[in-house]
């Protein structure tokens, strides 16, 4: 454990529902962190059997002093509990506890935890504040931040949620160290992510910097993680529900869903997914005509460098019809007709269709 320094912070400007996301080490036992939260009779930490042995005892003592009770309900983890009998086990500890509409929920995990706790608050007795204190480097630069909330559905991933915002977003950089190297990897895949589609500089400097990356160098993280949440902060500033701008914010998203759906849940880590699913979309946006193929090779290795597969798992004798199937059910899709988040090589992206004979080029381009 690190002695806290000051935080970075980036601010989320959404009139009355705006937040800080606070970023630094030694975060979790600093009572700075949590002044100013809203005093409760009761604060309950959602966590799972990972994070909860390493962090919530941490947690419940520094929130000791602001609540009557801290309770603390873990999960079991991983992608494959991210539903309606998690969620379940979040109201019954509510109920159970009679907790109140005051009630203040702490998300102590990754994008699972997060996503879940933030469904249940934003559900039980019609909504009740809740904090993101994420713990994967995923959930610090991407998932915590812009108040979308889900559980999955048998029939697809995410499908069953709400926008709902926290009161702040706590980053402990130090809790990064006991990440696995894989979860890591993938985080950074959605660092990438904010390069192609909005900052050519940050996508320059994650280039020079991905070797103190991967070996969690706090300054480098502590960077990257910055950045990354003000590029959401400014997209979500401006497209909180996704009418438009935000889909931007779901590059390599598109295919990446298929393979996470194709391969089944858990076999590829989202992130995995993400990195893979954005060098197809670099591909489509090439055959486009709208990126130099030399863009492309420099994201194929960039996503390589920091540990990802940048080639698509096969998932169906046909291939490519499978792909196409399994993007008709993206939240993108209207109609039918599939939306891809495309890049221009100018650190822009834009939304669009393109011809199913195209995209099946790319996938069969992109596999194995
Ligand atoms: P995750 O929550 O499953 O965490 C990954 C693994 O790391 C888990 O086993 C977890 O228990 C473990 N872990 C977490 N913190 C740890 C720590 N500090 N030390 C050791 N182990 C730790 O996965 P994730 O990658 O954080 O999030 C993926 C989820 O986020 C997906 O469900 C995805 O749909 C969702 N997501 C949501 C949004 C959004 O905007 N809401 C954005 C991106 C992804
Ligand atoms: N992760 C995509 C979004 O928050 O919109």
Redesign the pocket.
């Known amino acids: 454990m690190s002695s806290a320094t000051a935080p970075l912070t980036v601010s989320i400007d959404l009139a009355d529902r705006s937040y800080p996301i606070l970023i630094g080490r030694g975060l979790l036992d600093d009572p700075a962190t949590w002044a100013g939260l809203p005093r409760a009779a009761a604060a309950l930490i959602v966590t799972?059997d990972?994070?909860g042995p390493?962090y919530a005892e941490r947690l419940r003592r520094a929130l000791a002093g602001l609540y009557g009770q801290v309770h603390v309900v873990q999960l079991p983890?991983?992608?494959a509990h991210?539903t309606w009998d998690s969620l379940n086990g979040i109201f019954d500890a509510l109920l159970s506890r009679a907790c109140d509409r005051k009630t203040v929920l702490y998300a102590l995990?990754?994008?699972?935890?997060?996503?879940m706790t933030g469904f249940a608050a934003a559900c039980y007795m019609r909504g009740v504040p809740f904090v993101q204190v994420p713990?994967?480097l995923?959930?610090q630069v991407?998932?915590s931040v812009?108040g979308?909330?889900?559980i999955n559905h048998p029939l697809g991933?995410?499908m069953i949620g709400a926008f709902y915002q926290p009161l702040r977003v706590v980053c402990d950089l130090d809790?990064?160290s006991?990440?696995?190297e894989r979860?890591l990897s993938?985080?950074l895949a959605?660092v990438i992510k904010y390069g192609p589609i909005a900052d050519l500089d940050f996508l320059a400097w994650i280039e020079a910097h991905l070797p103190a990356l991967r070996a969690r160098d706090a300054g480098a993280l502590a960077h990257a993680v910055r950045r990354s949440c003000e590029i959401k902060a400014w997209v979500v500033g401006q497209d909180e529900k996704e009418a438009g701008l935000r889909a931007i914010l779901n590059f390599g998203h598109t295919f990446g869903h298929a393979i996470e759906a194709g391969i089944g849940y858990g076999a590829w880590?989202?992130?995995e997914a993400v990195g893979c699913g954005m060098v197809m979309a670099a591909t489509l946006s090439a055959r486009l005509g709208l990126l130099p193929e030399t863009e492309v090779a420099r994201l194929t290795r960039l996503v390589a460098d920091a540990g990802l597969p940048v080639r698509a798992p096969v998932l169906a004798p046909d291939q490519a019809s499978r792909f196409l199937e399994l993007m008709r059910v993206d939240k993108k899709a209207e109609a039918g007709e599939i939306k891809f988040v495309l890049v221009n090589g100018r650190g822009e992206a834009v939304v669009r269709g393109a011809p199913d004979a195209l995209v099946a080029e790319v996938v069969d381009a992109c596999t194995g």
Not at 109 to 115: A, E, L, S, T
């Open positions: 799972n990972v994070v390493l983890d991983g992608e991210k995990g990754g994008g699972v935890v997060g996503d713990t994967t995923l959930a991407d998932s812009g979308k909330t889900a991933k995410n809790t990064l006991t990440l696995p979860e993938a985080g959605e880590l989202h992130g």
